[in-house]
DNA sequence: TAAATGAATTAGTCGCGCCTAAAACGTGGA
DNA sequence: TCCACGTTTTAGGCGCGACTAATTCATTTA
């Protein structure tokens, strides 16, 4: 029976490892830099933290000067219990409260360090054990499991190609406002039906069968996966 | 229109705000040292903290030197605001989640630092607008109002008379699961029979018919009105 | 009225987590 | 190969909110 003992950690060491885990995504260092632009610090103080966080036992993050940084086991699984504390909370918000999906991320960007074991527990009871948030993206399991997506973003989609959204950023209220409007959220599809040259607009249409221009901003914040 | 403008308050001050607040009643002065008692700091921190309350613009308490603390206009309005948040979270926590009310006041006492004013209105909408939180203290409204409660100890009953309890004190969750036992929650009218001298027990009967003798640990922590 | 006593304050320190400025590092282009 | 430039680290500092130890204050009692 191994009981996972987890000191309290404060605010800032969770929100170090979560955006160490969000920027890992695919590269296998994280540079101190990234994490400093991410976090909006600066690169300094990143540094102090990194130094920290290696020197703990058991170590949270593999550190090596001027190298980067990546999560060990434990600071990967302390991240996953805070993205599924958010993710949770963001569906909770929306389900049992009437948020809309673009008032909550930041909602649960402060409440994911704060509720109890239990509170997570509870919600995610409500929730009926929820397999993905209201952005898509999918939600940590209790252990530690979370599903990998193969999707990829709209902005590379051919002329003629189909796709069903997945997910979508989440960070911007303002750009899921605009998506709303568009009604692109995950399950809806489109289908590219012309590319400019030179990053131009990708033009779209709808399963609502409307059509619409879409500059590159939207179209990187936009996952799909293809179909037929 | 006067906007009401605040700053962002520390989790550290608001705590002092509410502690100052809760000793408050009656009294018109409260010391450094039952401050630091609540609190569970060493009254040189209290002293420190004080002096940084004093000093702000607006001022959040009034405190001279060794002759106590009490809060500014400014210093219960914000007090009132926390404590609104804490009792509503108390509530929507047993409402909406299932949780019992001995679990309550923990979850509730971090939580109402950390909520935005839109989950606070929404759970309030949600409650539909409550007055009073599960352990039958009042809930302040948006505007700082909040009702006075007449109401005495249980011990203070004489023999004969008969109670109905208002509220219970909520911060050991053990005497509530006592309490529930008893079925002296809020509404649940008792009768003193007996008194025994020299702080003994208080005999008393429930309006359930049951017969039972309590400690003045819990007839100090249970209040009541007197019927008939 | 003066000494004793307990409460409160001051003085000094510490860890946390951020900052700026200066130094050091590592790497790609000449 | 080496130098210049961008990145990263080091050095030093600050506000916050706790701590302990020493001192001062207010009040009570002799
Ligand atoms: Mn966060
Ligand atoms: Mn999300
Ligand atoms: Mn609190
Ligand atoms: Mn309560």
Chains 1, 2 share one sequence.
Not at 56 to 81: C, D, F, M, N, W
Request: charged share 25%.
């Amino acid at each position: 029976m191994s009981v996972t003992y987890r000191k309290d950690l404060s605010r800032a060491v969770e929100d170090y490892l979560k955006a160490i885990y969000e920027l890992q995504r695919g590269r296998q260092q994280v540079s101190t830099s990234a994490l400093a632009e991410r976090l909006g610090f600066a690169s300094a103080s990143v540094t102090g933290m990194l130094k920290k966080l290696h020197a703990q036992s058991p170590s949270l993050v593999k550190y090596q000067r001027h190298r980067g940084v990546t999560l060990t086991q434990t600071g990967e699984k302390i991240a996953l219990e805070i993205i599924r504390h958010h993710r949770l909370i963001e569906l909770y918000l929306i389900e049992a409260l009437g948020y809309s999906w673009d008032e909550v991320h930041e909602e649960a960007d402060r409440l994911e360090h704060f509720i109890s074991e239990s509170f997570e527990d509870r919600i995610a009871t409500f929730l009926g054990e929820p397999e993905v948030d209201p952005h898509g993206d999918p939600i940590p399991t209790k252990e530690g499991y979370i599903a990998v997506s193969a999707s990829t973003r709209l902005s590379a989609l051919q002329v003629g190609e189909s796709g069903r959204i997945t997910k979508v950023l989440d960070e911007d209220p303002e750009l899921l406002r605009y998506l709303t409007k568009l009604g692109l959220c995950p399950q809806a599809v489109v289908t590219v039906t012309q590319r400019d040259p030179f990053g131009g607009p990708i033009h779209i249409q709808t399963d609502a069968g409307a059509t619409q221009m879409l500059g590159d901003r939207v179209t990187d914040s936009v996952y799909v996966e293809l179909v037929q």
